[in-house]
């Protein structure tokens, strides 16, 4: 399976800012996605990100909020915009491609905490 | 909607202490219901993707098994080393068109003592 990199690997963040989280694949793969992790709460996807044209985004997600940018087949940003306490949380991404069919495999996330 | 609810959220088990730990699905046309590892501080970790009822898959000391209503994933003779906590999600099956959303469990979090 592809080997996936994401940075940072946490930061801390004040109110009113906005932070952009980078994945890397060591290989080109066609579908990437982003995840969220809240504490006690489920992974949940925010939105799959097409190289070549907009982010497609899951219900309770908006683009003004999580933009994504995926330049290419190897490299897809996420940025948390306007931060808030509630947006604390385990950022993943995620890529399908691999030796199992339509399975996903998962970055090491991004551990984000708002002050 | 999807949804997954697994259990129990929390399974102490002595080393050597055989356990099931279970996964329970709703999903209008199941396309793959897959088995993650997450320890602490790390992203999921792929175990198992299983298509159909009556599917079964293995990896070492993990058993992996499907019904058209739920999953177990059986941990025989379980060591320290399998503390995690294991995550179930389940991929939705839809005409006309993709669709790559998983709906994941909150999760078992096990705790293997020796």
């Known amino acids: 399976s592809a080997v996936i990199s994401q940075k940072p690997s946490r930061d801390i963040c004040q109110r009113g800012t906005s932070l952009t989280i980078q994945c890397q694949v060591d290989?080109?793969?066609?579908?990437m996605f982003w995840y969220r992790q809240q504490p006690g709460q489920s992974l949940t996807l925010i939105a799959t990100?097409?190289?070549?044209?907009?982010?497609?985004?899951e219900s309770g997600f908006v683009i003004d909020k999580f933009p994504i940018s995926r330049p290419n087949l190897t490299f897809s940003t996420l940025t948390v915009s306007n931060m808030s306490p509630e947006d604390s949380s385990i950022y993943l991404c995620?890529?399908?491609?691999?030796?199992?069919?339509?399975?996903?495999?998962f970055g090491p996330g991004t551990r984000l905490l708002v002050l | 909607e999807d949804q997954v609810t697994q259990s129990p959220e929390a399974l102490r088990l002595q080393e050597g202490e055989s356990s099931s730990l279970n996964c329970s699905y709703t999903v209008s046309g199941l396309r793959g219901l897959f088995w993650y590892r997450q320890d602490p501080g790390k992203g999921p970790e792929f175990l198992f993707t299983?298509?159909?009822a009556g599917e079964e898959k293995e990896k070492e000391r993990l058993k992996a098994t499907l019904t058209k209503k739920e999953s177990f994933l059986h941990i025989t003779a379980p060591k320290p080393e399998d503390s995690a906590t294991y995550l179930c999600a389940v991929r939705r099956l839809r005409s006309g068109g993709s669709n790559y959303k998983l709906t994941f469990g909150k999760g078992t979090l096990l705790t293997v003592n020796p």
């Open positions: 990100a097409n190289q070549g044209s907009e982010a497609t985004y």
């Open positions: 995620s890529v399908e491609g691999g030796s199992v069919q339509e399975t996903q495999y």
């Open positions: 299983l298509y159909s």
């Open positions: 290989s080109q793969v066609t579908m």
